[in-house]
């Protein structure tokens, strides 16, 4: 009897374990969401012309990615149409300046929808950025950010994908599907995170505590 009752301890805890380990594999597979509203990116070249020389950011709160932050500042840019007041200024300043906006605000600013991961800007549209003491006009860097998943080395391994690489996600919940052409962007700087911006995010029910998968 005695020798029963261990041996049935021992299944049972062979069981519970199993099941904890499924629930970490299966949790490690889901990947947090970052839902975005337009915001611009400025060189400390633009930023000066637009506040003042030698003018430093104000920040008011980290982003999830290392290194990043809202800033107190914001801008108007002005489109052939029209324009769009009180857009959230990023920080740190960049080499160049970069405005990411929704795709249905290209059309009250009048501009092409230009869909382009961050840092490529070659072939974009054009926008007039005002601020509090001056403005500027850019030739490009009006961009509709595609979605994009930022990861580690590791985590990119761990997910079985890698930098570069273009996969889908997807979401399961009432009004969820799947996304296709999602960029992965791995690096030691980053951390796991999927980016959407809004208008995607609201057409999918998606909310920051959401979680999505991969599927290739």
Known sequence: MDNC????????EAIKSNGANNGVQQNSSEIPVGISNRHIHLSQKDLESLFGKDYELTKIKDLSQPGQYAC?????????????EKVRILGPVRSKT???VLAGDCIKLGTVPHVKLSGDLSRTSGITVV???GSVQIEEGLIVAQRHIHMTPENARNLGVHDGE???????DLRGGIYSNV??????SSKLECHL???EANAMGINSKSKITIVK
Do not use: H, M, W, Y
């Open 5 to 12: 009752e261990e041996i049935l301890k021992v299944l049972l």
């Open 72 to 84: 107190k500042e914001v801008v108007t840019i002005c489109g052939p149409k029209g324009a769009i």
């Open 98 to 100: 970069q405005v990411e």
């Open 131 to 133: 601020g509090a003491k």
């Open 166 to 172: 273009i996969v889908s996600i997807k979401f399961d």
């Open 183 to 188: 960029a992965i962007r791995a690096n030691d």
């Open 197 to 199: 911006d809004i208008e």
